[in-house]
């Protein structure tokens, strides 16, 4: 079955400094990764998806990830932290060619950012 | 722009009401899905619909049910809410092929039971 771990539910940064958002997946078949962001009262959105082109995935806001299969972990990092990261994201896990019922969301991370 | 529109932001109702959260999607994608986020818990599914009257319970559909009548929307039926049932309501959308497992989700409608 598949799983999804998001170690850290809060994780604080001085702005300015490397943010590491980590994402721990267990999946039967080569998966599909995803990180989305949602910011204060809205829904989510995209930031990144591997699909099984290159293992370092590049998405919005200078973020990226870097899909490790003998670590199963697609953590997510951005090189310096900006006021405006601060956020909760959702890592999450898709069978390849499972409906799309089958996607398993991590619990989240709440990102803050100190001035 | 590709968008999912929940009606309610922010509704307060009692115990015992029926509730309505109703979800519309203009991207033409023939999944939609409601989802319930709560703290810690991440989002959970709780129900599905991949075609127009077609629909699958997710993980936690106890005391919901649905509705598609339409393809482009999608509503979350409270038959009688209960306090337990206050939360974060998100809607979200996705194609059925290729099926890449990206969603496009709604702003939320936080429900508050009293």
């Known amino acids: 079955a598949q799983s999804v771990t998001q170690l850290g539910s809060h994780v604080s940064v001085s702005e300015g400094a490397l943010v590491l958002l980590r994402c721990n997946y267990s999946?039967?078949?080569?998966?599909?990764l995803f990180w989305y962001v949602q910011y204060p009262n809205q829904g989510l959105q995209l930031l990144l998806k591997y699909t099984s082109a290159a293992t370092l995935v590049k998405g919005i806001n200078g973020f990226e990830a870097e899909f490790k299969k003998s670590e199963t972990s697609f953590h997510l990092t951005k090189p310096s932290a900006h006021m405006s990261d601060a956020a909760e994201y959702f890592c999450a896990v898709s069978d390849r060619g499972s409906s799309a019922s089958k996607i398993i969301f991590g619990s989240g991370t709440r990102l803050s950012i100190r001035p | 722009d590709v968008k999912v529109t929940q009606s309610s932001r922010y509704l307060v109702k009692r115990t015992g009401e029926k509730v309505f959260l109703e979800c519309v999607q203009d991207?033409?994608?023939?999944?939609m899905f409601w989802y319930r986020q709560d703290p810690g818990l991440g989002l959970r599914l709780i129900y599905f619909?991949?075609?127009?009257?077609?629909?699958e319970k997710g993980d936690i559909p106890e005391g919901y049910s649905v509705s598609r009548e339409k393809k482009e929307r999608f509503s979350l039926i409270l038959e009688s809410a209960s306090t337990n049932q206050t939360s974060m309501y998100l809607c979200?959308?996705?194609?059925?092929?290729?099926?890449?497992?990206?969603?496009?989700f709604g702003e939320g409608s936080r429900l508050t039971v009293l």
């Open positions: 991207m033409d994608h023939e999944n």
């Open positions: 979200a959308s996705s194609l059925l092929a290729p099926n890449t497992g990206e969603l496009f």
């Open positions: 619909s991949y075609d127009v009257k077609m629909k």
């Open positions: 999946s039967s078949v080569p998966p599909y």
